[in-house]
């Protein structure tokens, strides 16, 4: 078990401790800085009008009524803004089409411009002097459609004759990418003994953080530069978009973040809302305000997963795996986002071989355009859904072949001593030892007495099951990270991080980091994230963080160290070489003759010591691991129980363990609701069918069994300072094939052998008796 802190915390901290969260007590008092906290004197509302039709020409818009409603200032539509010269919304541009040629990209206008392309794209934005006006104000707005053909889900998207979403890209294929060695695949599966095929469908997800999405734009009247207040990941991302869409400079411009409610990838991209309210905000001179609500959060902030894979694996008569065929199908949603389009053409096919050594490889990805809400990065952003496929793919063949699935790893595993080992996309891992990872999963989960717990769940009428899923993670996205680290004559020791704190506990990270590295207790460091005025970095997803974030804390610490000590012998008039340093003093060496750091500071010319530092960590870190579910399902009503969950995971040198159980923790929540309960639905019309909280399923308290999590800590990441792997998505990546392994061996003996996520009571039922 991982060990948490129970205690207050210390003065000093260091690495491998569980220090407790800093940043929970302002949160815990209702002191919160989110977005829509802030007060609303001075500010107008902006309010949006929504296509509910999925494809459609915007025939009129009349707004005249509207804009004599009381309380309005401006409606725009997307006239307005194209007549202010402001650009589409940047999308992906670096695959190609089938045919070889560039991708298609279509302009992601803010305002839907002459057609809309999915339920919820923004249309006409009203901006009044309160929300209630803006929104009575909308009601008067008309607008007249000429509904089109729609091709509602990729799996309307994808059949012959699909109604198409953009005419440059034929048959709904936005790009195609493909991987591997088709002949030599050709050639494996002509030696097989057997081939086990599989098709999934990887539904597709909500975001739902807990905050949704808020935009505050305060325009300064003197200058003309607009402060944008917005809870998103990636401050200088959005950001750096800013300059290309307004055509002004990006110092016309200041990103402020301060606390925000969730983030999971979701809301590390530029919105079309966001530019409408920095547009408004320009055009009026004025403070503009939008929230969304929690309809407007499920129809248009980005959405997860979407995927229909169908997978062959060639394997020897005693399990041995001789290669594997995969053709993955991807949903972009009507426009293609950087990460929407990048998770199953680049991202996800990283891990498709996972932990396992697959000798013949070929992969073929085609990216569909739909019409449904853009697809974006949601935790895990493409590896749940390669491990999903891999270890469903694991279990069946183990079964065809009457192979342990167990044995069957084992044989498959890429053994510690191929370490650093090169998989089929090229990628390289460069430690992990899943044997090991195994044995402590089996012996964590009392493996071997699960029969005797079967029997007990017999005897209360219960069908139990377990599921094991074995997985690596791809970790980093964005290779490099800046820091300035600064020590003010005051006595406060700063260091300003580009990455972004969003629940999940890094500025713990960095103050214990901090404290060890510099030797000085936790109340005289402080961290600052979140203000494109005072920081500059790289933002945080992708699980980098701690290992690129944490290993630029590592160097920048260590230049400032340099910078520092070269001031301290100048001022002692003493060689650098002589000089120690300990509890923020420098010492000449066998002598007393010293100064304090702070001390030092306050001499300096503007009373600070300031020196800033990029560091690039060029590769992923691999974090993995292995988790065991059990469950219970009842056979009257198809209710599936989460009995328990069990993790090992190896994450290298873990600096928090108890921030690591956390965010193993978080990942399973998130993986069990979409193995058992989340389900975007859209129908073939293109119509979202559930998008509110009355019709989607999430997780809640008592649909979470007991979690017993621990660490593998054998294998350092070798390719950063810190050893540390990144672990913000882990518990994603495992729990969901774990769940459904679990729930497909509990029915098992009914001859059920597959069924497609979410294992609602009302899918097991059916298939309980049909």
Known sequence: MTELATTPNPTKSKTGSSLRRVEDAHLLVGKGRFTDNRPPSGQLHLHFIRSYLAHGRIV??????????EGVVAIYTAEDLLADDVKPLPIADKYKRVDGKPMAQPAWHALANGVVRYVGEA???????????????????????????????????SSPGAPLVWEDAPNNIVAQKKFGDEAAVAEAFAKAHHVTKLELTN?????????????????????GRRTIRIGHQHPHGLLGTLPGIFGEKAE??????????????????????????????????????????????????????????????????????????????????????????????????????????????????????????????????????????????MEKAADELGVDPIEMRRKNFIPVDAMPYTNPLGEVYDSGDFNTVLDLILEQADWNGFEARRAESAEKGKLRGRGLSCYIEWTGAVWSEDVTMEASGAGKFTCYSGTQAMGQGIETAYLQLLSEKMDLPLEQLNVV????????????????????????????????????????????????????????????????????????????????????????????SWPNGAQVAEVEVDPETGMVKMVSLTAVDDVGNAVNPMLVAGQVHGGMAQSV?????????????????????????????????????????????????????????LGTVGATPAVVNAVLDALREHGIKHLEMPLTPQSVWAALNS
């Open 673 to 729: 609701g979409q193995a058992l309960l989340e389900r975007t639905v859209y129908d073939d019309s293109g119509q979202f069918i559930n998008s509110t909280f009355l019709d989607y399923a999430m997780p809640r308290a008592d649909d979470m069994p007991p979690i017993q999590t621990d660490l593998f800590r054998e294998q350092p990441c070798r390719t950063n300072p810190l050893g540390s792997k990144g672990v913000g998505e």
């Open 60 to 69: 009129s818009i009349d707004k005249e009524e509207a804009l004599q409603s």
């Open 529 to 620: 994230q979140g203000d494109t005025d005072v920081v500059k970095g790289n933002g945080s997803y992708g699980s980098r963080s701690l290992y690129i974030g944490g290993s630029a804390i590592h160097e920048g610490v260590l230049k400032f160290m340099e910078a520092a000590k070269k001031l301290a012998a100048e001022n002692l008039e003493a060689s650098p070489e002589d000089l120690v340093y300990q509890e923020g003093r420098f010492e000449v060496v066998g002598t007393n003759v010293g100064i304090g750091l702070f001390e030092l500071a306050l001499q300096q010319p503007e009373q600070k010591i300031e020196v800033s530092s990029s560091t690039t960590i060029p590769v992923a």
């Open 252 to 393: 016309n411009f200041h990103v402020i973040v301060e606390d925000i409610g969730g983030g999971f990838g979701v809301k590390a991209m530029t919105y079309p809302e966001d530019v409408v309210v920095i547009y408004a905000s320009g055009k009026l001179q004025s403070n503009i305000r939008w929230r969304g609500s929690r309809t407007e959060d499920f129809q248009a902030t980005g959405h997860g997963r979407d995927q229909i894979n169908h997978a062959e694996l060639a394997c020897s008569a005693d399990g041995k795996i001789l290669g594997m065929r995969l053709h993955n199908l991807g949903n972009l949603g009507a426009f293609p986002t950087g990460a929407g389009a990048a998770i199953p053409l680049e991202v996800g096919p990283k891990v498709s071989t996972s932990v396992y050594h697959i000798p013949a490889y070929y992969l073929v990805t085609d990216a569909y355009a739909t019409h449904t809400a853009p697809l974006a990065a949601y935790r895990g952003a493409g590896r749940p859904e390669a491990v999903y496929l891999m270890e469903r793919l």
């Open 203 to 223: 539904n597709r997800l909500v975001g739902n953080a807990m905050e949704p999405r808020t935009v505050i734009c305060e325009y300064d009247k003197n200058s």
């Open 123 to 157: 249309v006409v934005a009203v901006v009044a002097e309160s929300q209630a006006q803006a929104v009575d104000a909308a009601q008067l707005v008309e607008i007249e459609y000429d509904e089109l053909p729609a091709a509602g889900n990729l799996a309307v998207a």
